[in-house]
């Protein structure tokens, strides 16, 4: 096949972040229906958005699923994934954000930079994903560009680069000024596409003050415009859009534009934008793995070999797709590829250009292509597919531990088959929740990232499965940690019962760490008292023992154990010997230590008027909430509170009936504090 490397210029590979409700799918809607890719502008307060499309996402108008689709724009392909917002479905975001090579970072104009968009922000920090931002809403009462500029630059600390100037506020926006080439975008009323005109008199000196500001803040931060800054006391258009380019591809600065998605003013700016300053597949480094043990890199090269990373799995009438970003190489219908972490071949059935729940059939993929692909039998969110003859394996999104739980079971015990094999093709969807068996209850238990999580994929298994299901309350998952350690405690495995026997013998010392630190194992033993191959035994056996702890047989994190002495036998020791120690040793240890139990706190932002605060804040009280900030702003009250997640079961109610239904609350969770209670029940 002949392919042509400098195609993937054109190509554009990014996300949509924001907060819940800052207005991402609609800025998607308005992308799509600007590029032409759809002829009606969807709403999503009327269910007809094009990446909203699953059933539970119209009913609660919220972004639950990342959704792909593809758009072209001045002879450019954007693939385009629209993230969620809310908090509980964070892993679809980091999903995404493995495979993405830019993104657009939504704010809402009037409350700035929220609790989710921080979230999402740090994520594509971890990622290295180049962003710039959007402030969106400018329309809306108590709108304020500059004001959500700084909340950017004082909670996110990027270095923003505001490119335009609004025209006009509030209600009476209209358009912005384009600060590079110092021209006026005008859209009026029902206009679906800007008229480009003069600066307007009134705004042409804040204009000429804002572009200078612009001009020394990218002098500043790169070289090649502060010489041409110092040579001619001002930079051209063409350098701008230069130094904004890599500014942004560096991460030391963040290009900021402004608009209103809802009224469709500013969208085509921001699509210049996404072209002249987000990367191309060509632009990021190639994508790295690891094949025996040696790093392997491969280039965004369709004459390479093929590699590619599945990032999203979904079971469709049709089928099951597997999501893919294609990073070198290129693959076609019936090719024959490699699941390099299964060790097994899988044979690509049909390949499928996305629009969210529609697609169109494509004969081939190449490298910098986000695809679905029709076929797969075992590849899973994070497998890595390669040529068959080049293998590797590439790093998989992380996927974030689970903090709640509750316990499903069928009415009718004959549908239990049914409902376990939903459980699993939920599970093989996202990998955030998890399904297991209570081995004291013999209950089945689902856990995922909050309420609303297991609430959704609870609502997915009686609509798609048509199962009713009972539902337990929702429990937090407790850990337990050590507040006061013990030294030298000795522990002598011997079994003696016809045959070689077992003889392990160990001393350890047990020590806190700090809170979310996780486990340490050290080994201080000298003269070979313990040889190294029962070291590594002894470590196995500790973290065998982890699983279940003293107070309550929660998990146990935040410790370091140091294997300082032991002995051997010269017939009975044995690895397995020595691992049995090493669980038994560190059991019987932690019960000797002075242990605290953890529970998962959040941080909760409440949005109340100004007559609920008091009745808020009492509440906040009762549930063990600790107030850590509140401002005043456009006739509401915001609090910023830390809230044990135990106690936020119910509160979007009781927040309602204490605001006549006008507060609001997200939560985000923050880690692990030490619980009052000593042993709640598991």
């Known amino acids: 096949m002949r392919t042509n490397r400098n195609s993937l210029a054109v190509v554009r590979n990014l996300g949509i972040l924001a907060h819940v409700d800052a207005g991402k799918t609609t800025v998607t809607e308005r992308i799509l229906y600007a590029t032409g890719t759809t002829h009606k502008r969807g709403e999503v307060h009327d269910g007809t958005t094009v990446t909203d499309f699953d059933p539970q996402e119209r009913d609660r108008g919220i972004t639950i699923f990342a959704a792909a689709v593809s758009c072209a724009w001045d002879g450019h392909r954007i693939n385009l994934i629209d993230t969620p917002g809310h908090v509980d479905f964070a892993d679809e975001v980091e999903r995404a954000l493995r495979v993405l090579d830019g993104a657009v970072a939504v704010f809402d104009a009037v409350a700035g930079v929220e609790p989710q968009s921080e979230s999402v922000w740090r994520q594509a920090d971890r990622h290295g994903v180049p962003r710039i931002a959007f402030v969106n809403k400018l329309d809306r009462a108590g709108a304020d560009l500059d004001r959500a500029v700084e909340s950017i630059r004082e909670r996110l600390h990027p270095t923003p680069l505001v490119v335009q100037l609004?025209?006009?506020?509030?209600?009476?926006?209209?358009?912005?000024?384009?600060?590079?080439?110092?021209?006026?975008?005008?859209?009026a009323d029902g206009a679906d596409t800007f008229v480009e005109e003069e600066v307007p008199g009134k705004l042409r000196e804040e204009a000429q003050r804002r572009r200078r500001l612009l001009e020394e803040a990218v002098a500043e931060l790169h070289?090649?415009?502060?010489?041409e800054f110092c040579a001619r006391s001002t930079v051209s258009p063409e350098t701008l859009v230069g130094a904004l380019r890599e500014l942004t591809r560096t991460g030391e600065g963040v290009v900021v534009l402004c608009g209103s998605a809802y009224r469709n003013r500013g969208v085509e700016p921001l699509l210049d934008a996404v072209v002249a300053y987000l990367p191309s597949p060509l632009d990021v480094p190639a994508v790295r793995g690891v094949h025996d043990g040696a790093d392997v890199e491969r280039p965004a090269d369709p004459a390479a070999p093929f590699a590619g990373l599945a990032f999203k799995v979904s079971a469709t009438p049709t089928g099951r797709l597997t999501y893919l970003r294609v990073y070198s190489g290129w693959i076609a219908k019936g090719d024959t590829v490699l699941d390099a972490g299964a060790g097994r071949t899988e044979r690509i059935g049909r390949i499928l250009r996305v629009q969210a729940d529609r697609h169109a059939q494509v004969d081939v993929a190449l490298a910098g292509d986000i695809v679905a692909v029709v076929g797969l039998k075992s590849a899973r969110a994070g497998s890595t597919l390669c040529a068959p003859g080049a293998p590797l394996v590439l790093e998989p999104p992380g996927v974030a531990e689970p903090v709640v739980s509750v316990a499903v079971e069928t009415r009718r015990s004959t549908e239990t088959d049914r409902l376990a094999s939903a459980l699993a093709r939920l599970a093989e969807e996202d990998p955030s929740l998890v399904v297991r068996t209570d081995a004291e209850t013999g209950q089945t238990l689902l856990s995922g990232m909050g309420e609303l999580h297991l609430?959704?994929?609870?609502?997915?298994?009686?609509?798609?499965?048509?199962?009713?299901?009972?539902?337990?309350?929702?429990?937090?998952s407790y850990r337990e940690t050590v507040g006061r350690g013990v030294t030298?405690?000795?522990?002598?495995?011997?079994?003696?019962?016809?045959?070689?026997?077992?003889?392990?013998?160990?001393?350890l010392d047990i020590e806190p760490l700090e809170t979310g630190s996780g486990f340490e194992f050290r080994s201080a033993v000298v003269g070979g008292r313990v040889p190294q191959e029962y070291v590594r035994a002894v470590e196995a056996g500790c973290r065998d023992a982890l699983g279940e702890g003293p107070l309550g047989g929660h998990p146990v994190t935040g410790l370091r154990v140091t294997l300082t002495d032991g002995a051997t036998h010269v017939k009975d020791s044995s690895d397995t010997?020595?691992?049995?120690?090493?669980?038994?040793?560190?059991?019987?240890?932690?019960?000797s230590c002075a242990m605290v139990l953890l529970e998962p706190v959040a941080e909760v932002t409440v949005t109340v008027p100004d007559d609920a605060v008091g009745s808020v804040l009492g509440d906040l009280a009762?549930?063990?909430?600790?107030?850590?900030?509140?401002?005043?702003?456009?006739?509401?009250?915001i609090v910023?509170?830390?809230?044990?997640?135990?106690?936020?079961?119910?509160?979007?109610?009781?927040?309602r009936s204490r605001t006549q239904g006008r507060g609001t609350f997200t939560a985000r969770p923050t880690g692990y504090a030490p619980a009052p209670v000593t042993a709640p029940a598991r």
């Open 640 to 655: 910023t509170a830390t809230v044990p997640l135990a106690e936020l079961f119910g509160y979007a109610t009781r927040l």
């Open 577 to 591: 010997a020595f691992r049995t120690a090493g669980r038994f040793g560190l059991r019987d240890a932690l019960r």
């Open 455 to 476: 609430e959704v994929a609870v609502e997915k298994i009686r609509r798609e499965a048509g199962l009713d299901v009972n539902v337990g309350r929702p429990r937090v």
């Open 622 to 637: 009762a549930r063990r909430g600790r107030v850590s900030g509140s401002v005043t702003r456009a006739g509401a009250t």
């Open 223 to 227: 070289a090649g415009a502060l010489e």
């Open 488 to 507: 030298g405690f000795v522990f002598r495995h011997v079994k003696q019962d016809g045959g070689a026997g077992q003889f392990a013998h160990v001393v």
């Open 166 to 187: 609004p025209i006009g506020t509030e209600d009476g926006f209209r358009g912005v000024v384009d600060l590079v080439r110092m021209r006026a975008l005008v859209w």
